[in-house]
């Protein structure tokens, strides 16, 4: 099976722009978790999607928001990014079917955003 | 508060030795727990996870980890490491009703010299 993948894998973008980054889910899998990776802050969850719905959200402003594709495709959006934003942004899919935190999730390759 | 802490950001081994990296968790309930490698410019691998049943867990790689309820730990270990093992590790925890997040430790950077 093809893994997770993310697209675009490198992003430049300036203060007070937006960014979309995508998300395609391994084959089968339901489920997207969205995180964010920096050296200060290490890996932090953001949101879960399963079917289209958010089932779980992390401490993150508003200005982080995802969606889920009724083919479990997943979009991240970051609307008026600050500096503070560069990051690499993971996501990984899973089953999802555990319906707890049990299910194993698969991580494709990132995406590093630098925000200039 | 749910947490997990790697207490070593850097284990440094010789090839062949046995190693060991610690971790260490806060979870009130039962805790899913995994561990996870990460290469230069990759994402995350999945090495293996304890769910419930035998505490010593066995995974990818040749790694293993033993989960310990009474120290909360759940060290990951391998008998024999390998140069192409340097790598940085990430434990992480999850638990039920918390779907589809993980928490993870600051990670911990494995050298292994030749």
């Known amino acids: 099976k093809a893994g997770v993948t993310q697209t675009p894998r490198y992003l430049i973008k300036t203060r007070g722009q937006q960014v979309t980054l995508s998300c395609s889910p391994i084959?089968?899998?339901?489920?997207v978790s969205w995180y964010q990776q920096t050296p200060g802050q290490g890996l932090q969850f953001l949101f879960e999607?399963?079917?289209?719905?958010?089932?779980n959200k992390g401490n993150f402003p508003g200005r982080f928001s995802g969606r889920q594709f009724s083919n479990s495709r997943s979009e991240m959006n970051v609307s008026t990014l600050e500096l503070g934003d560069s990051a690499l942004y993971l996501c990984?899919?899973?089953?999802?079917?555990?319906?707890?935190?049990?299910?194993?999730?698969?991580f494709g390759p990132g995406t590093r955003l630098t925000v200039l | 508060a749910q947490s997990v802490a790697q207490p070593e950001d850097q284990v440094n081994v010789a090839e062949g030795n046995p190693l060991t990296v610690k971790c260490t968790y806060s979870?009130?309930?039962?805790?899913?727990l995994f561990w996870y490698v990460q290469y230069p410019n990759r994402g995350l691998q999945f090495l293996l996870k304890?769910?419930?049943?035998?505490?010593l867990v066995k995974g990818s790689y040749g790694f293993e980890a033993e989960f310990n309820k009474s120290q909360t730990s759940f060290h990951l270990k391998k008998p024999s490491a390998l140069v192409s093992d340097s790598a940085l590790y990430f434990c992480?925890?999850?638990?039920?009703?918390?779907?589809?997040?993980?928490?993870f430790g600051q990670g911990t950077t494995l050298q292994v010299k030749p």
């Open positions: 999607y399963f079917s289209e719905t958010q089932r």
């Open positions: 990984a899919s899973s089953t999802g079917l555990a319906g707890d935190g049990g299910d194993t999730q698969y």
């Open positions: 992480a925890v999850s638990f039920s009703s918390n779907t589809g997040k993980l928490i």
């Open positions: 084959s089968g899998h339901r489920s």
């Open positions: 979870v009130s309930g039962n805790p899913y």
């Open positions: 304890y769910i419930t049943g035998d505490n």
